[in-house]
């Protein structure tokens, strides 16, 4: 049978390596993050990537290279999107470290972030 129109039209499946049928409960991994039936956890490569970044930028600020406006931005930003996560235990253990300079917080001193 010739290919016509309509057969373009369909999807086509990945080949077997990437298309895998398995349980939800082992999680399946999707923008950034590996979904389960009842939570969310942020994968563990964005975790190392984020704790290497922001220890760049972080550094950065210190050194005077990067204002604090910018680097609060990158900062709540990723808190923005790991929210999306159960990431309270997560979000305070990579931000417990950063301290903050004395008058950078608008109606606060330094301290932890």
Same mark, same amino acid.
């Given at each position: ?6 057969? +373009? !039209? ?5 080949? *077997? ?12 991994? @999707? /923008? ?5 039936? %009842?939570? &969310? #956890?942020?994968? $563990? &490569?964005?975790? &190392?990537?984020?704790?290497?970044? #922001?220890?760049? &930028?972080? $550094?950065?600020?210190? =050194?005077? #290279?990067? *204002?604090?406006?910018?680097? %609060?931005?990158?900062?709540? +930003? @990723? ?10 235990? !997560?979000?305070?253990?990579? /931000? =417990? *470290? #950063?301290? !903050?300079? $004395?008058? %950078?917080? *608008? ?5 932890? =972030?």
């Amino acid at each position: 049978m010739a290919p016509t129109r309509i057969h +373009g !039209l369909f999807c086509r499946i990945q080949p *077997p390596s990437r298309a895998q049928v398995t349980p939800t409960a082992s999680g399946i991994p @999707w /923008l950034g993050f590996v979904v389960y039936p %009842d939570y &969310r #956890l942020v994968k $563990a &490569r964005k975790v &190392r990537y984020a704790t290497h970044r #922001l220890g760049e &930028r972080y $550094a950065a600020y210190r =050194a005077g #290279l990067m *204002p604090f406006t910018e680097f %609060d931005a990158g900062v709540r +930003g @990723w808190i923005a999107h790991v929210r999306h996560a159960d990431s309270w235990g !997560l979000r305070r253990h990579l /931000l =417990a *470290p #950063l301290l !903050l300079k $004395a008058g %950078d917080v *608008p109606g606060g001193g330094g301290g932890g =972030a």
